[in-house]
C-alpha cells in the first residue's frame, strides 16, 4: 500500500475540483510547458473554466526568480488584444515557481510546504493535480517523490505524459511501478489526440447517424486510411527522434488511437469505463503487425533540403525510418477482411492528419467504372467532413460526375473557437473524467500490436531492414502507391476527379 494517504474511491476519484485546488506543473521549465502546458491552463483560465481560486505552481531543476519564470512560461501564448493582456496579467499573480531536484525527499517536502502555504487559506481540505511535463526517465522517482512527500489531504491526482514505454516490457515494468504509488482512478495518461475536435467528434458522427451507423462495416467499406504527414524533417533533433522512431512516435499512440475510436462498438453510455471498455475490446481483436503488411521510408537530401542522415545529431548510416506504412486487421464480426492502413512521416510534400475511409465499387450494370465513394475527416489543420458521392452532370446526357459534400468547420462553425487538445483535456482531468485518456490494458494491447515489429526494425531479431529512401518534400516512397493497392485502394478514378483543397483564406 502506498504510503501517505490511503487510496480513493472512484467516486471521490471522479469528482469535479471545482474549488480548493493547486495545480502543481513538474517540468515547467521545459518545452513541453511553456508550449503546450501553460498556454492551455491561460486559454482555460480565459474562458472560465479553471477552479475558483485555483493556484498555479511550477516546479523543475532549473533556478529561475519569479520573473524568469513567468516570462518563459508565457513566451508561447499569443496577446493580440487589450482584454487578453489583462487576463495574461491577473494569470501571472497565481502562477509562481518552486525549483528543486526529481530524485530527492528535501525538495519535494519544501514544495509541499510551499503548496500547504496556499492551501491553508482554504476552507476545506486542499486538492492537488500534478502534471508530469517530463521525460519518462524520471516518470518513476517523481511519481515516488510526489507520492511519499507531497500527497495531499484533499483529491489527488496526476497526469502522465507520453510516451508510456518502449515496448510491452518496458511499459509494464513502468506501469507496475506508477501503481505502486497512484491508483488507476488517479492517474491520467494523455494522448493529446484524443483531446482533438474531430477524434472527439467521431463518436458523434458515428453513433448518432444512421445513414452512417448502417454502412460502418466490412459490407460497404473497401479499407481505411489513418495518415498523418508532417512537411519538416527532424530539424537537429534527430539524435531524439532515432531513439523513438515514427511507429512509436505516432503510430503506436496518436494513429491506434484514432483507429480504436473509429472502430469501436457502442458504448451502453458516454461514461468513461464504458467508452474505454469498448475501445480495448477492438485492440484486443488486433493481431501483431505482419513484416510483409509493412512500408518502410526514410528521406534522403532533396529540393534543397538535407536528407535524415545529413543532421549531426543522427548516428551514421542509422536504419531509423522517418516513414512508415502498415497495414491492421480487426477480426471480428464487424471488421472482419478490411485493411486499416496507418501511414505516418516526416519531411513530406504537406503537413495533415486525416481519415480517408473508402467505400466499395457499386454493383456493376447500368454503372461501370465510376468514382468510389470516400468520406474523409481531416482531423487538422483546417477541421473538416467530406464526403464524396456521384452525381448527374447537369444537362442533356446522362454523365456521372464525383462531387464532394463539403463540412469545413472554419466555414459552418465560423462563430465558434475550436478549444486546443491541450485544454479539452486537463479541463477533463480537473472535473475527473477519464474518457479521454489512456487506460493501463489499453496500452498493453497496443504494445503486444506493435512491439514485434519494432524488434524488427531496430535489429533485436537480426538485421535492421533498410528502409527505401525518399525525396524530402514527396509523398513519400514510390513504393507506396503499389503497397496501397495491393489492399484495395483505388487512388485515381477514370473521371480525373481529384479531392478538393478548401481555400480558406477569405474566411
Not at 509541499?112 to 518513476?140: C, D, H, M, Q, T
Not at 448518432?208 to 467499406?221: E, G
Request: proline content about 6%; overall charge neutral.
Amino acid at each position: 500500500m502506498p504510503v501517505g494517504g490511503s487510496i480513493p474511491s472512484m467516486e471521490s476519484a471522479s469528482q469535479a475540483l471545482r474549488d480548493n485546488t493547486t495545480i502543481i506543473v513538474l517540468g515547467a521549465s521545459g518545452d513541453l510547458a511553456k508550449k503546450k502546458t501553460y498556454p492551455a491552463l491561460f486559454g482555460l483560465f480565459k474562458m472560465g473554466f479553471l477552479p475558483k481560486d485555483v493556484h498555479i505552481i511550477g516546479y523543475a531543476r532549473t533556478k529561475m526568480d519569479e520573473a524568469e519564470a513567468h516570462k518563459r512560461i508565457t513566451s508561447y501564448i499569443k496577446v493580440n488584444d487589450d482584454e487578453t493582456k489583462e487576463k495574461l496579467e491577473q494569470f501571472k499573480k497565481f502562477t509562481s515557481y518552486v525549483d528543486g531536484a526529481y530524485d530527492q525527499d528535501e525538495p519535494f517536502q519544501k514544495l509541499n510546504k510551499y503548496i500547504e502555504g496556499f492551501e491553508s487559506k482554504f476552507s476545506g481540505p486542499g486538492n492537488r493535480l500534478f502534471y508530469l511535463a517530463l521525460p519518462p526517465s524520471v516518470f518513476i522517482p517523481v511519481a515516488r517523490g510526489l507520492r511519499k512527500n507531497t500527497y495531499g489531504k484533499g483529491i489527488n491526482r496526476i497526469v502522465v505524459e507520453k510516451p508510456f514505454g518502449k515496448d510491452t516490457d518496458s511499459y509494464r515494468e513502468l506501469a507496475s511501478a506508477m501503481k505502486e504509488q497512484w491508483s488507476e482512478d488517479e492517474t491520467y495518461r494523455i494522448d493529446h489526440y484524443l483531446g482533438k475536435e474531430m477524434v472527439k467528434n467521431m463518436l458523434v458522427l458515428r453513433f448518432a447517424n444512421i445513414a452512417l451507423a448502417s454502412s460502418w462495416d466490412k459490407n460497404s467499406i473497401s479499407n481505411v486510411q489513418i495518415t498523418f504527414k508532417e512537411a519538416i524533417g527532424t530539424e537537429g533533433r534527430g539524435g531524439y527522434f532515432d531513439e523513438f522512431g515514427i511507429i512509436r512516435d505516432i503510430l503506436q499512440n496518436h494513429l491506434l488511437q484514432v483507429l480504436s475510436v473509429l472502430t469501436m462498438e457502442r458504448p451502453v453510455s458516454f461514461s468513461a469505463e464504458d467508452v474505454r471498455d469498448e475501445k480495448v475490446k477492438v485492440l484486443r481483436a488486433i493481431p501483431p503487425i505482419a513484416r510483409e503488411d509493412t512500408l518502410l521510408g526514410q528521406y534522403v537530401a532533396a529540393n534543397g533540403k538535407p536528407g535524415y542522415l545529413d543532421d549531426e545529431t543522427v548516428p551514421p548510416n542509422s536504419p531509423c525510418p522517418t516513414f512508415a506504412a502498415t497495414t491492421l486487421w480487426i477480426h471480428n464480426p464487424r471488421w472482419e477482411g478490411v485493411p486499416f492502413i496507418l501511414k505516418a512521416g516526416k519531411a513530406l510534400n504537406e503537413g495533415k492528419v486525416e481519415i480517408r475511409i473508402q467505400f466499395k465499387d457499386v454493383t456493376q450494370g447500368i454503372f461501370k467504372d465510376i468514382a468510389r465513394n470516400e468520406l474523409v475527416i481531416r482531423i487538422q489543420p483546417n477541421e473538416a467532413v467530406y464526403l464524396k458521392l456521384n452525381t448527374k452532370m447537369p444537362g442533356l446526357y446522362t454523365r456521372t460526375i464525383p462531387i464532394e459534400m463539403d463540412m469545413t468547420y472554419k466555414r459552418r462553425f465560423s462563430d465558434q473557437k475550436i478549444p486546443e487538445a491541450y485544454e479539452s483535456l486537463i479541463l477533463d482531468a480537473l472535473k475527473g473524467d477519464h474518457s479521454n485518456f489512456v487506460r493501463d490494458d489499453e496500452l498493453d494491447v497496443a504494445w503486444k500490436i506493435f512491439t514485434p515489429i519494432l524488434h524488427w526494425t531496430e535489429g533485436r531479431d537480426g538485421p535492421a531492414p533498410r528502409p527505401v529512401p525518399y525525396p524530402y518534400g514527396s509523398r513519400g516512397p514510390k513504393e507506396l502507391d503499389s503497397f496501397t493497392g495491393k489492399y484495395g485502394y483505388k487512388r485515381v478514378d477514370n473521371s480525373g476527379y481529384s479531392w478538393p483543397v478548401t481555400n480558406l483564406s477569405s474566411l
